[in-house]
Every structure is written in C-alpha cells, then in structure tokens.
C-alpha cells in the first residue's frame, strides 16, 4: 500500500481588501470589537465586476499548485473540491476544474463539510491513492461567502468573521510508508447541526415557498451559536489533534508546525497554550483573511510552506472543528 505526498501547493485570494473599519462604515461595530473577539484585522472579498467565484478561484490555485508539482494538467487523475459555497446548487465545482483546466475526462467528486471540508478531502484523496486507484489528485478547497453574508448590524456577529479565498494541493503516489500523510482521522456529531447552520433552501423551504415569500427571510444567511461553537471547538481540535499524534506513537513534542482552522484566532492560542507550542509551531493567518471555511487550512498550509516554515521531515499537523459539527485530523511527514 502507498502512501500520498504533497508536491504541489497553490492559493489564491481576491484583491479587494475589506478591513473592520471599513465594515463599520456598513454595521454597528468596531475594530477594537471584531479584533478582540476574534483576532480578525481584514478579509478579501470579491468585488462586483469580477468574474471570481468559488470554482473560478481554485482553478487559479490548482494551475499553481499544478506547476509547482511539476506536472501537467494531463497527469491529474481524480479532482476533489470542497466547498460550502459552490457556484451552483448542482452540479458541484469539481466538474468545472475539470472544463475550467480542459483536463481529460477525470473523475470529479465535491465535499461539503464546511469548516472541516479541506481535512475530509485531502482524506479522501489519500485513500485514492493508498489503494492504487490513483497516482496523481488535484485537492481544492474554496469559498465565496461576501455574495451570501446579512451586512447589517443584525449579522455582525458572522458577516464580520467570514472572507472569500482558494487553496489547492496535488498530492502523489510515495512508496516510503514513512513520508507524505501518515494518517487522518474524521468525526461528526449531528444533533448540533443546528448551532452552526444556513437553514435554507431545504426541504421545508423549497422553490415554490421561495417565489411566493414577499418578506426577507433570514434562514438564507448563516446563523451560529458562538460561544456554544467556542467551547466545542477547543475540546474537539484537542482530541484530533492527540489521535492523529497517538496514531503514530507521536508526542506534542514532535509537532513542528500545526495549521488549524482560521475560525477565531482565540481556538488557536488556547491550542497553542494547551499542547506548550511555540508561536513558530502554529501557523495563523486569520487576521488577514478572516474564516475562509473549506479554504482556510490549505491556504494557510501554502502560506506557511512559500514562507519557508515548514522543511523537509518536519511533522505537520493539521487540524479543523466546524459546522456539522464535523472535524478531523492529518498527519503529514514533510
């Protein structure tokens, strides 16, 4: 059985910058209140006019993270896309990457698992490749929240975390049982489901209902129960984290870098503080991009790798908590 190893990491964000004054210019609220509550300084957002959205953005970070790889888009076989905001209900953004980079006819599956959509696909994507079925897999992770945030005082409370970005990794066959993604470990609990959700359109609220409503209705835009998703978040990050480690007779010790989730920076220091990490073992990048949900860990992995902060054989982490309530854990052998 092979392992699966990255070779290739791509990002991409828009160009239009949204800082915290710039939305209390729009809503009730402050820098000093968003920065305190969760570390956030300013998110991209797409701007009108452009022709970004979720598949268009990981079609740029998959060409980068194609060449960086040194491959072609001809020795892509499998695409996985995870997003919460695809460009349509149905047919998912994977099929897109396969016509936006005129591939061959490579299957193309898409993930939605929110916040932890990036960790199921990249596992996913591994067990393509452990079993042989696969050599080479384009992983995408993107999302286009501003197009679907309530930006009145009445939303602040999720409009101001969330931004608009794209990662995209390829990963390859490796024979050394030793190197690449050592293991992942996935997990959910539904019955909370409700505390971090966009109710609509469902199966109560269906198109009919939708052309027939004269009144805004709020189940469109994104409701959560933040201080409920804070302190399981804390416990669950915790307990991916030690798996993965356990796993793979790992200690805390071994940790050399750790890429969370960019959900608040605050879930990230009280991890930090509780496994004795320094600050250049974590990597965040929430203050400049905010909480870019399936995009977050693989855009901050490619970060944190263009910065030379990860070399060869350092122990990454990668962990993620989110709605669903799904989370889960990689170990990866640099």
Known sequence: MYN?????????????????????????????????????????????????TSAVMGAKAARIAIERADLTKDDIDFIVFATLSPDYYFPGCGVQIQDMLDMKTVGALDVRNQCSGFIYAISVADQFIKTGMYKNVLVIGAEYHSNGLDKTTRGRGVTVIFGDGAGACVLTREEDNTKGILSTHLHSEGKYADKLIVASPSIAHWIPEIMQSPEEDVSYFPYMDGTFVFKHAVVRFSEAIMEGLMANNLKKENIDMLIPHQAN??????????????????????????????????????????????????????????????????????
């Open 4 to 52: 699966s190893r990255i070779i290739g990491l791509g990002k991409y964000v828009p160009d239009h910058v949204v800082t915290n004054d710039d939305l209390s210019k729009i809503m009730d609220t402050s820098d000093e209140w968003i920065q305190e509550r969760t570390g956030i300084k300013e998110r991209r957002w797409i701007q009108e006019g452009t022709d970004d």
């Open 265 to 334: 920076l605050r879930i990230a220091q009280f991890i930090q503080h509780k496994f004795g990490l320094r600050d250049d073992q974590v990597f965040n990048n929430i203050m400049k991009y905010g909480n870019t949900t399936a995009a977050s860990v693989i855009i901050a992995l490619t970060e944190a790798w263009e910065e030379g902060k990860i070399k060869e054989g350092d122990h990454v982490v990668l962990a993620a908590f989110g709605s669903g309530f799904t989370w889960g854990s990689a170990i990866i052998k640099w």
